[in-house]
């Protein structure tokens, strides 16, 4: 049995959907008393995470992100740190012998920006700690850029910088192939890409023009600014799930 946080959201709703369809019975944890069928558990609590990852033979682990509009009143990079470090302790004190950790493709090293180093200090928590565990580390999600009626493609990303990219059901389905193979991947990480454009690419394959918007937050523009992005082998996560989308893919609804 998986234990899935978020699977009310985009990352753990994508987890839970594949993991079924592998054939796994999924406890879906979520904060919302309302979700049907689910455990209720709160990431600030860890005694009620230790209760729902009770017997469960792996936890698929993710929080919100800082600068989601969707996340609670008063979240921060800090929150996130202390409620992934909750997961990862519960995790370790309910015995449960794989966790998988949806973290981030900057937080392999100190950034400096605090909504990434959040997440880095998680994984470093993840370590100290002697959790057995795989790292996901997504790359931007194809699902914020893309939207039919969208008549021009505005953020805040460097118009001339490649960026790798990751649909969020792919997330899904290559974390489902980790829950299905602890010891290969227990102990490593995996960054998740299907694809690497400019945002100038990525508007033309929408068939619209790219703007990049001015923010005034300075966290923000080093977060979207021309910093190098690592290094991913794409063919190497195709093999592992040979449906991995490209961006082109994506837009013709692949």
Sequence with gaps: MAAVL???????????????EAGWDVRAV??????????VADQDSPESLVRAFAGADAVF??????????????YSPAVETRWGRNVADAALAAGVPHLVCASLVAAATETGVASFDSKWEVERHIADIGQPATVLRPTTFMNGLYAPSRPKLKHLLHPSVRYHLI????????AARVFADPARFVGSSLTLAGDLLTPVEIAGLMGV????????????RKV???RAEP????????????GLRSFADFVRGR
């Design 61 to 74: 682990s993710v929080q919100p992100a800082p600068h989601d509009p969707r996340s609670p009143r008063g």
């Design 167 to 174: 649909a969020v059901d792919d997330i899904g389905a290559i």
């Design 231 to 242: 290094p991913v082998d794409i063919e190497a996560l195709r093999a592992l799930h040979p």
């Design 224 to 226: 979207f600014s021309d």
């Design 209 to 220: 023009e790219y703007e990049q918007v001015q923010v005034d937050d300075p966290e923000l």
């Design 6 to 20: 978020g699977a009310t959201g985009r990352q753990g709703g994508a987890v839970a959907r594949h993991l079924i």
């Design 30 to 39: 979520s904060r919302f008393e309302q979700i049907p069928s689910g455990t």
